[in-house]
């Protein structure tokens, strides 16, 4: 949808299904299942001109003959005057080799998005959830976050930060899903733009078992990434037992 002087326009609609993806996708042996699980519109190239992020968390990608299932795919989307496109759009996964992290069955790399100049260079960065396992603690989550370039959204001096990661709060957790919430604003009103991210299975002490309160960790930015968090828990704020950090919102 266009904006207009009246607000959204109807005209010049245009419309990417995962479908129209496969001429570029298919080659790289990835197929776009449930492609718009999640979007975010970001300057990544720093033209001036928004891409359109799209996230895939069901898509398939294969590695080396072998069919990884709801491995999840970012495809970022140009957009030109005659709206978008999927001429030179971009796929990241955890297939790329600067990307942290093996690809795997149900990561869901690309869940839930959020972007913004976070290494104040003037180009948006974008933040990626992974329902991951860390090590050997299943669905612990981990974030990624992705650089925008003058060439577009790339895997290049990516960084992966999950709970057992220098200068991020809290241990990594069976069902901690860190990251399910993720939100990019100015925190400390200076400099990059800085994170907020949610961990909405954190048991905290003293709630009862199933019902945990969540956390929510605040990283801020700097020219290399983010840098070192604090969190804050829903049962500090009064509401134990919530998960707190389910979604965030710019």
Not at 68 to 81: D, E, P, Q, W, Y
Not at 109 to 122: M, Q, V
Not at 193 to 214: R, T
């Amino acid at each position: 949808f266009w904006g207009s002087s009246a607000g959204v326009s109807l005209k010049k609609i245009t419309t990417v299904s995962g479908h129209a993806t496969a001429p570029i996708a298919k080659p790289q042996e990835i197929v776009l299942w449930y492609f718009g699980t999640s979007l975010v519109i970001a300057d990544t190239t720093g033209d001036g001109t928004g891409e359109v992020i799209v996230g895939s968390a069901h898509a398939q990608v294969n590695v080396t003959r072998n069919i990884i299932t709801n491995a999840g795919v970012v495809a970022s989307l140009t957009v030109r005057s005659t709206g978008m496109s999927v001429k030179g759009m971009i796929l990241l996964s955890q297939r790329d080799k600067n990307i942290a992290g093996g690809v795997e069955d149900n990561d869901s790399f690309g869940r839930s998005l959020a972007a913004g100049d976070i290494t104040g260079d003037g180009i948006a960065d974008v933040l990626v959830s992974v329902s991951e396992d860390v090590g050997k603690v299943m669905e612990a989550g981990s974030v990624v976050l992705l650089r925008g370039s003058p060439k577009g959204l790339t895997g290049a001096k990516s960084q992966t930060l999950s709970q057992s990661s220098a200068g991020v709060p809290g241990s990594p957790e069976a069902d901690d899903y860190f990251g399910s919430g993720m939100a990019v604003l100015n925190l400390d009103g200076a400099g990059g733009l800085d994170a907020a991210i949610g961990a909405p299975g954190e048991m905290i002490p003293g709630d009862p078992e199933f019902f945990p309160s969540g956390t929510v960790t605040t990283m801020f930015g700097t020219g290399k990434g983010l840098g070192n968090g604090v969190d804050i828990s829903g049962r500090s704020l009064g509401v134990p037992g919530e998960g707190y950090g389910f979604l965030a919102h710019q």
